[in-house]
């Protein structure tokens, strides 16, 4: 049985062209919010985790001096280099990595950041303890992520639904356990926040190439969710659409000087 990394670099292999395209990665307000609550200087070096096809390492570069774009998955760095390319910008280069095992000095960079990845990662605080590690002394970890209702049952149901589609989808967290993940590793918490996110059904599976039965068992579960789940997941048809909702945590930590 394959593991959940082995999972994610063929799933997101074989679907990479669509990530690049993908407006909840590309375009999502939460890229807007790390860069506004990180406040990037020229002078920085930046390492973006688990980077897919490099939304965020891209929009770091117009405000750094260098951005490390990582993956565990060549076709997503590929893809990455590609749009780079594309911008005329100079100043990103891609890196293999494991986020449990990131091949990198420590001490090394200003920022590290990781957008819409960490729920595939099978060890989140090891992933948190890395990046604490190649942080310059008073450098920020700046995470953001599909996050889980408080409510251990719905977190279960959510889970569920998102491991259908996706069988690289590990876990996603609550807040307060971010919080945690991050004091644990001995950053101070500067900033936490949620940013709720409306998804179109079809694009979502689309980035999968999701069969359809296994489609049909999705609209299910988004229609029959318990309460609690439903609270979140909020389905809903709009002008013939039928989406759904997802909250995203952004966690912002501070490395001791």
Same mark, same amino acid.
């Given at each position: 049985m394959?593991d959940?990394?082995?999972?994610?670099?063929h799933?997101?292999?074989?679907?990479?062209?669509?990530?690049?395209?993908s407006?909840?990665?590309?375009? $999502?307000?939460?890229l807007? *919010?790390l860069?506004?609550?990180? *406040?990037?200087?020229?002078?920085?070096?930046?390492l973006?985790?688990?980077? $897919?096809?490099?939304?965020?390492?891209?929009?770091f570069?117009?405000?750094v001096?260098?951005?490390?774009?990582?993956?565990i998955?060549?076709?997503?760095?590929?893809?990455?280099?590609?749009?780079?390319?594309? *911008?005329?910008?100079?100043?990103?280069?891609?890196?293999?990595?494991?986020?449990?095992?990131l091949?990198?000095?420590?001490v090394?960079?200003?920022l590290?950041?990781?957008?819409?990845a +960490?729920?595939?990662?099978?060890d989140?605080?090891?992933?948190?303890?890395?990046?604490?590690?190649?942080?310059?002394?008073?450098?920020?970890?700046?995470?953001?992520?599909?996050?889980? +209702?408080?409510?251990?049952?719905?977190?279960?149901?959510?889970?569920?639904?998102?491991?259908?589609r996706?069988?690289?989808?590990?876990?996603?967290?609550?807040?307060?356990?971010? *919080?945690?993940?991050?004091?644990?590793?001995?950053?101070?918490?500067?900033?936490?926040?949620?940013i709720?996110?409306?998804? $179109?059904?079809?694009?979502?599976?689309?980035?999968?190439?999701?069969? +359809?039965?296994v489609?049909?068992?999705?609209?299910?579960?988004?229609l029959?969710a318990?309460?609690?789940?439903?609270?979140?997941?909020?389905?809903?048809?709009?002008? $013939?659409?039928?989406?759904?909702?997802?909250?995203?945590?952004?966690?912002?930590?501070?490395?001791?000087?």
């Amino acid at each position: 049985m394959p593991d959940a990394k082995d999972l994610a670099q063929h799933i997101f292999g074989a679907n990479a062209a669509a990530y690049a395209t993908s407006r909840t990665h590309a375009q $999502g307000k939460s890229l807007g *919010r790390l860069i506004e609550l990180t *406040r990037p200087q020229a002078s920085w070096h930046v390492l973006d985790v688990a980077t $897919g096809a490099g939304h965020t390492a891209l929009a770091f570069a117009l405000h750094v001096a260098s951005v490390v774009a990582s993956d565990i998955t060549p076709q997503m760095l590929a893809q990455a280099e590609k749009l780079a390319q594309e *911008r005329g910008l100079t100043n990103v280069t891609t890196q293999i990595a494991d986020a449990a095992d990131l091949p990198f000095d420590s001490v090394s960079f200003d920022l590290v950041t990781s957008r819409i990845a +960490p729920h595939h990662f099978a060890d989140v605080q090891q992933f948190v303890n890395e990046c604490v590690r190649v942080l310059k002394p008073g450098g920020l970890l700046a995470v953001d992520d599909n996050i889980a +209702p408080e409510d251990g049952a719905a977190t279960r149901y959510i889970d569920d639904y998102e491991r259908l589609r996706d069988p690289s989808h590990v876990r996603c967290l609550p807040l307060s356990e971010w *919080r945690m993940c991050f004091e644990r590793a001995g950053l101070t918490v500067l900033h936490s926040e949620t940013i709720e996110k409306q998804i $179109g059904f079809e694009e979502w599976c689309g980035h999968q190439k999701t069969p +359809p039965d296994v489609m049909a068992a999705l609209r299910a579960m988004l229609l029959n969710a318990p309460e609690a789940a439903k609270a979140q997941l909020k389905p809903v048809t709009e002008d $013939g659409v039928f989406r759904f909702s997802m909250v995203e945590g952004i966690v912002i930590g501070r490395k001791p000087m």
